[in-house]
């Protein structure tokens, strides 16, 4: 069974830092490519990041970048979310999702990220 | 990356059809076949039930359908159940490996 399990949420001050992770099992992890959509509460799904299915190529929605990170580590089966620069804006839902065809055809659960002092 | 637009709302009696319209432009919806549709109910990780336009993933049931003219794409919804209600996503790829989400429809069956 396919699972992506995402960890490392959490209350942070605005300009702080933050690391999120995806553990995957289930499927061969080293062959997707991978995203972070954020959900605020109350509010709609954005994109935020996608990296390819070897880490080399990556790419971010203009609010994020130059802010976070978006990396993986195929040995470990995880992706991860450098996030630096918190804003309040910041506060969300973050998920990961395993990429199809140039959809989300897998979702985790999702971590809170809260953002304020 | 301006969201995509969807109606705020949509509802309809049990049996019924609906339908969700995402409106985007030239750079996004209307220049790909690459629109997918989520489904969210509260509290839970949204769900694929279309991608490529209108192609269902397995386990998806064939009252959801999707299709795009121009710059719109469409899901519709057959026989409406109660089940159905949720929160709707569009997502369309917006190139340089970009996607951009609609706002979000909330269904009501009424």
């Known amino acids: 069974e396919v699972q992506l399990v995402e960890s490392g949420g959490g209350l942070v001050q605005p300009g702080g830092s933050l690391r999120l992770s995806c553990a995957a099992s289930g499927f061969t992890f080293s062959s997707y490519w991978m995203h972070w959509v954020r959900q605020a509460p109350g509010k709609g799904l954005v994109w935020v990041s996608r990296i390819n299915s070897d880490g080399r190529s990556t790419s971010y929605a203009d609010s994020v970048k130059g802010r976070f990170t978006i990396s993986r580590d195929n040995a470990k089966n995880t992706l991860y979310l450098q996030m630096n620069s918190l804003r309040a804006e910041d506060t969300a839902v973050y998920y990961c999702?395993?990429?199809?065809?140039?959809?989300?055809?897998?979702w985790g659960q999702g971590t809170l990220v809260t953002v304020s002092s | 990356q301006s969201a995509l637009t969807q109606p705020a709302s949509v509802s309809g009696s049990p049996g019924q059809s609906i339908t969700i319209s995402c409106t985007g432009t030239?750079?996004?919806?209307?220049?790909?076949?690459?629109v997918s549709w989520y489904q969210q109910h509260p509290g839970k990780a949204p769900k694929l039930m279309i991608y490529e336009g209108s192609k269902r993933p397995s386990g998806v049931s064939n009252r959801f359908s999707g299709s795009k003219s121009g710059n719109t794409a469409s899901l519709t919804i057959s026989g409406l159940q109660a089940e159905d209600e949720a929160d709707y996503y569009c997502?369309?790829?917006?190139?340089?490996?970009?996607?951009?989400f609609g706002g979000g429809t909330k269904l009501t069956v009424l």
């Open positions: 997502c369309s790829y917006a190139g340089s490996s970009t996607w951009v």
């Open positions: 999702a395993r990429e199809m065809a140039t959809s989300f055809e897998k």
């Open positions: 030239n750079s996004d919806v209307g220049g790909y076949n690459l």
